[in-house]
Nanobody, 129 residues
Framework: QVQLAESGGGSVQTGGSLRLSCGLS???????????MAWFRQVAGKEREGVAA???????HYTDSVRGRFNISEEKAKNTLYLQMNRLQPEDTAMYYC????????????????????WGKGTLVNISS
């Protein structure tokens, strides 16, 4: 059984940093060595937004609003996906979710999220001004 679990959310002031982690249990055993992993965020009442993605080759993608501030990475030995978030702004406030699926997803509209099979339950990030 595949399980994703986010951690690292919290409250910080504008300009601060947070690092989100996503532990992936059973994922690599299930999908193999070719995969796509991503971070999404959602504010209540608004559509989910794709934030960043990384594939098994290390190719990364970012939405424009976070490029240069956020960094997605993975630590394969620990089956963990990270999102380093710097220079945080109030508009970054949201529930953040990690998601994972087949490798080809990263080569398409990964930010739509519908093709990713596995999702975590989210971690809340709150940025105060």
């Amino acid at each position: 059984q595949v399980q994703l679990a986010e951690s690292g959310g919290g409250s910080v002031q504008t300009g601060g940093s947070l690092r989100l982690s996503c532990g992936l249990s059973g994922f690599h055993e299930n999908i193999g060595s070719a995969y796509c992993m991503a971070w999404f965020r959602q504010v209540a009442g608004k559509e989910r937004e794709g934030v960043a993605a990384i594939d098994s080759d290390g190719l990364t993608h970012y939405t424009d609003s976070v490029r240069g501030r956020f960094n997605i990475s993975e630590e394969k030995a620990k089956n963990t996906l990270y999102l380093q978030m710097n220079r945080l702004q109030p508009e970054d406030t949201a529930m953040y979710y990690c998601a994972a699926g087949a490798w080809y997803v990263c080569g398409g509209p990964w930010y739509e999220g519908y093709a990713l099979d596995y999702w975590g339950k989210g971690t809340l990030v709150n940025i105060s001004s």
